[in-house]
Structures are given as structure tokens and as C-alpha cells.
Antibody, heavy 118, light 108 residues
């Protein structure tokens, strides 16, 4: 079955950088758009970024544009998110998700906690 | 940006009862709406897409309805495992769309 496993979360100081990874299995990774969504403590879900199946089409939320880079390695069935110049407001659980046949998220990972604090 | 408003924020019901959760859009999104279930510490789960299509493996006690700006998720008879937070998400506007703020379904 579809599995998405995030890694790379942790405690980072303001201004620091972090690279999140998502290992995918159970489906043809190279066929699907993928996304990162985050949930800050006590808040709702927020889109961070998505990437097309080939990696050509990319979107960033205004909150991370210019600081974040999404990428993928289809051969290794992996999705990545690098965020630089981290801020306290980036503190959240970051979820990797796979799109369905439309612009809805068919499968999600369990998330990786990123805490930005001095 | 299309804003989704979910109501109520919290719904307190007992197992066996019927749950009705609402999601309103600030402008028409046709039927481009999904519902997700989220339990603490677990991966969110897709329940409904395209307003009324149940995702694979979702029990038929879950149903979605609506179009345009008003949408409803109904759980016909609550099971203990249904108590969770439910989010709606619209994808009618330019991708990737937006989420509602969630409805917490709690045991009464």
C-alpha cells in the first residue's frame, strides 16, 4: 500500500536551515504530483509547496517563497523540502502528501516536527 | 483567495448518533472539494473528493454532498474511531487550493 515517511525534522535556531525528506513506496512515484503541507501548533493546515511529477512545475506559498526549495528524485522515490532562514513561525509538523487523480491529496505521511527556537 | 469556513468548530456527539459537518466557500468552487479526517499523531486521511466521491476503503457511513458554496460531510452513525478533526479543502481555484480551519468531533 502507499507509504510516505518523512524525516529530517528537529530543533533549529532562527536563521538556520533544514532539509526534510519523504520516502515513498507502494505506488509509481514518478507519475504523481507531490506536496508539502504544514500544521503549526494549534492551527489549521497550510500549503507549503507542490511539485509536478517531472519536477518542472513548482509552487510555493507566499510564507516560504524565496526561502524554500522543493525537489524530487524519481529514481530514489524521494521528495525533499529545504527551508533556509528559518523563523519561529515556521515551527510546525510538516506533512508529505501525494495527489490523487485531481487536486486533492490522496495520501499523507505522518509528519515531521520542525521546531524553530533559540 | 477562496476562504473556507467550517462549522461548528467543535461538535459533541455520542457513538451511534448522526454527525453533520458544514463547509462554506467564499465563492463557487463547483464540486472541487475534499474532506479529510485527522487523528493526533497520525497521517491525515482522505475521506471524500469531488464533494461526494468516497475514497477507496472509506466506510459508507461517510457521505459528502453539496456544490457551489455549501458542502456537508455526514457520518450516518458514529463509531468510536470517528472522533477526530475533520478538514475540508477546496481545489476549485488555481492550485493548490485552501483548507478550512477544521471541525473537532468529540465524544459527548
Amino acid at each position: 500500500q502507499v507509504q510516505l515517511v518523512e524525516s529530517g525534522g528537529g530543533l533549529v535556531k532562527p536563521g538556520g536551515s533544514l532539509r526534510l525528506s519523504c520516502a515513498a513506496s507502494g505506488f509509481t512515484f514518478s507519475d504523481y504530483y507531490m506536496s508539502w503541507i504544514r500544521q503549526a501548533p494549534g492551527k489549521g493546515m497550510e500549503w507549503v509547496s507542490y511539485i509536478s511529477s517531472s519536477g518542472v512545475s513548482i509552487y510555493y506559498a507566499d510564507s516560504v517563497r524565496g526561502r524554500a526549495t522543493i525537489s524530487r528524485d524519481n529514481a530514489k522515490k524521494s521528495l525533499f523540502l529545504q527551508i533556509n532562514n528559518l523563523r519561529a513561525e515556521d515551527t510546525a509538523v510538516y506533512y508529505c502528501a501525494k495527489y490523487g487523480t485531481g487536486w486533492y491529496l490522496g495520501h499523507w505521511g505522518q509528519g515531521a516536527l520542525v521546531t524553530v527556537s533559540s | 483567495e477562496i476562504v473556507l469556513t467550517q462549522s461548528p468548530a467543535t461538535l459533541s456527539l455520542s457513538p451511534g448518533e448522526r454527525a453533520t459537518l458544514s463547509c462554506g466557500a467564499s465563492q463557487s468552487i463547483r464540486t472541487d472539494l475534499a474532506w479529510y479526517q485527522h487523528k493526533p499523531g497520525l497521517a491525515p486521511r482522505l475521506l471524500i473528493h469531488d464533494a461526494s466521491s468516497r475514497a477507496t476503503g472509506v466506510p459508507d457511513r461517510f457521505s459528502g454532498s453539496g456544490s457551489g458554496t455549501d458542502f456537508t460531510l455526514t457520518i450516518s452513525r458514529l463509531e468510536p474511531e470517528d472522533f477526530a478533526v475533520y478538514y475540508c479543502q477546496q481545489y476549485g481555484s488555481s492550485p493548490p487550493g485552501t483548507f478550512g480551519q477544521g471541525t473537532k468531533l468529540e465524544i459527548k
